[in-house]
């Protein structure tokens, strides 16, 4: 029998250094975030497509390729396997014929980044850690909040003031120590670093531990696997920092070394809001990082994040398969969202409305080819986000009729 994972060591995407896996670790001393690696070539002989058949259905199918040693340290909410749904009534509207969605607003806490929390948490129960911190844009303080509250560890959490408020009400109701900070992610980053360093404790904070990537990449291993093992052509992710795609890449990259893929990996797209551009603004100039973006602002909260620490991974990954990176505008992602509600039934978030915004402008200028395969990623529920709607809606008293123009 095989053993439930194959981690066997972190290693540097930077400069090569190799760190064990049996103790908490953070960055590379060089400042780069760290890659969890695993046994492949021992996995390959044990593991193959017909082995996961049958298995539950959520991200821990793939407990082989994930870092958790011990399936008694696994904290799970039942993320993952969320359905990758065809959307045609909106691929004719802009036509893509093969247009799906890989719907992540089933996930618990709303959005995609409860994969992140549950692998994340989990590993961090193995290590043996009791408390952490971390700066957020909302989504994923409330995640690990909610993981943590789980599993016994206490939360600390820095979100801007503007984050959606229903985050920071997740928050509250799962116990976590929250503050909030009157700037950007990047001021609450600075919050949490802080607080790091003086006490010690361990850091959350995006990329600057090696297992959130492992949970977020399972959304990789599903569209393949729901795609019966082929790859799409192409897959837009709304990206802040873009854990996600760096994710997805990672994934579909070590199902390709295990030969349950062959051929071409999809074409990459990172989308971000016209308003917090920065890694766009990278890819236009061929740069292998971005630049802090000043005054970022969007709706799509998510997403609005001035600088990653991952950048030159993302960049990387969209470089590798011949990608892109592309930006719309506020108005883009709100008509994206309603016409997503009106033709399909799908109330998505504005990150996943903007990945969708995105894929009507790659098909009209040409981009996306005649019947190629897009798989977009709505990152989250559009109910997380009901400030984003509005409407007219008449009034009536008690007795009132409906007045007849309007049945
Ligand atoms: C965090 C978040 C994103 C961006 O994800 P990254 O992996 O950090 O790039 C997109 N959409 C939603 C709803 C999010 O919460
Ligand atoms: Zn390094």
Known sequence: MGQYS??????CPKCGLIYHTTGVQ??????????????LDSLKKEWN?????????????YHELLPVREPEHVITLGEGMTPLLRMPSLGMDMAIPQLYMKDEGLTPSGSFKSRGAAVGISKAKELGVSKFAMPTNGNAGAAWSLYAARAGIQATIVMPVDAPLITRNECIAAGADLYLVNGLI??????VADKVRSEGIYDASTL??????????????????QLGWQMP??????????????????GLLELQELGFVTGR????????????????????????ESEFWSDSQTIAFGIN?????????????????????????????????????????SFICPEGAAAFAAARILRANGWIQDNEKVIVLNTGSGIKYPETISGNVPLLNPGDTIPKALT
């Open 6 to 11: 194959y981690l066997s060591h972190l290693e």
């Open 26 to 39: 953070q960055l590379c001393t060089c400042g780069s975030p760290l890659n969890a690696r695993y046994d």
């Open 49 to 61: 497509p017909e082995a996961i058949q049958g298995r539950e259905m959520n991200l821990w199918r």
């Open 186 to 191: 990047s001021d609450a980053g600075k919050i």
């Open 208 to 225: 600057k531990e090696p297992y959130r990537i492992e949970g977020k990449k399972t959304m990789g291993l599903e569209i393949a696997e």
């Open 233 to 250: 052509d192409v897959i837009l992710y709304p990206t802040g920092g873009g854990v996600g795609l760096i994710g997805i890449y990672k």
């Open 265 to 288: 990996l999809p074409k990459l797209v990172a989308v971000q809001a016209a308003g917090c551009a920065p890694i766009v603004k990278a890819w236009e100039q061929n740069a292998s």
């Open 305 to 345: 994040v001035p600088k990653a620490i991952g950048d030159f991974l993302v960049l990387d990954a969209i470089y590798e398969t011949d990608g892109a990176a592309i930006a719309v505008t506020e108005e883009e992602i709100l008509s994206e969202q309603r016409l997503s509600a009106r033709l399909e039934g």
